[in-house]
């Protein structure tokens, strides 16, 4: 049988089909990009401030009350201070968490396509969450910038980049990464491994309005439960990043010190949890439910 000649109208057909298959493809995956970071903008926007005082308790130990009070003696002029870093920060990461994940995934099913599919989920969220902390230097200055033993020599998100950059170099806009690390893989392993499982157990939605309800649900629980598990890394992580210069400290001695500085105790390590639990309900609620709406739309 002679074979089909590549000029024929039906082998054009088909080249332009799979074309076209392919640009939707890549479309598609940019708009998990698109679709990640433009959900983790909203998010910010509109809970930093309780972002804000959960730093506050986790930093100094404060109670709700005495975190919010601080907030109020600073001033409305201040409130939003440090709000680029995460808008940039967030809006980075989130698109990279979803971006990254579907693209990983795709790829490890591609090539290992006999592979089980909760270790395909597993693997692509890892190594999606480990990309992420490429943009550790944006936690940094936030951190600093929301520290209020920093806000008479530290101006802005620039300034306090260049400041760091100028006397200390490069790897102190790192400083933290590891707890960071240490957080992002295992966190969105089990994100993703049981968002699916999770908005099966539910309600099933026949409306617009209940898939968001679902989405935001599904996202609400995991932020949060996820948020109570790795809470002392970010405790970790917020002690470290506070400290401008001087030797970088692992992630055991920074522990061993918090708990000193708390008498020991294990239940003050938590310090904050309560509002990063409500936070977590709504920013994460928040990102899912708006993620998957905009994924739709598209």
Request: charged letters at 20%; proline letters at 5%; glycine letters at 8%.
């Amino acid at each position: 049988m002679a074979s089909a000649d590549p000029l024929k109208p039906g082998s054009e057909d088909r080249e332009q089909v799979r074309v076209k298959d392919q640009g939707q493809e890549s479309l598609q995956n940019q708009n998990h990009y698109l679709c990640g970071s433009m959900a983790a903008f909203a998010n910010i926007a509109i809970t930093f401030p309780i972002h804000k005082a959960l730093f506050r308790q986790q930093l100094f130990g404060l109670r709700v009350r005495e975190a919010v009070l601080q907030l109020q003696a600073d001033g409305l002029r201040t409130l939003y201070r440090g709000i680029l870093p995460p808008l940039l920060q967030k809006s980075s990461t989130i698109a990279i968490m979803f971006g990254l994940y579907e693209d990983f995934l795709r790829l490890l099913q591609l090539h290992a396509p006999h592979a089980p599919e909760l270790l395909t989920q597993s693997v692509a969220a890892v190594l999606a969450g480990t990309a992420e902390a490429v943009l550790t230097p944006f936690e940094r200055v936030q951190t600093l910038l929301q520290d209020p033993r920093h806000h008479g020599n530290l101006q802005n998100t620039a300034h306090t980049f260049r400041l760091l950059l100028k006397q200390h170099g490069i790897q102190e806009l790192y400083r933290g990464m590891v707890p960071i690390l240490l957080r992002n893989g295992p966190s969105n392993a089990l994100f993703f491994g049981l968002r699916g499982p999770l908005k099966e157990l539910l309600p099933e939605a026949e409306t617009k309005a209940g898939h968001l309800v679902n989405d935001f649900t599904c996202g609400a629980i995991l932020g949060a439960g996820l948020g109570v598990v790795f809470y002392p890394l970010n405790v970790v992580k917020s002690h470290a990043q506070a400290q401008i210069g001087g030797e970088f400290q692992s992630c055991r001695a920074i522990l061993m010190a918090v708990l000193r500085e708390r008498d020991g105790r294990v239940s003050r390590l938590f310090r904050g949890v309560h509002l990063n639990f409500q936070r977590s309900v709504f920013s994460w609620g928040i990102i899912n439910a708006t993620y998957e709406l905009l994924l739709k739309m598209f």
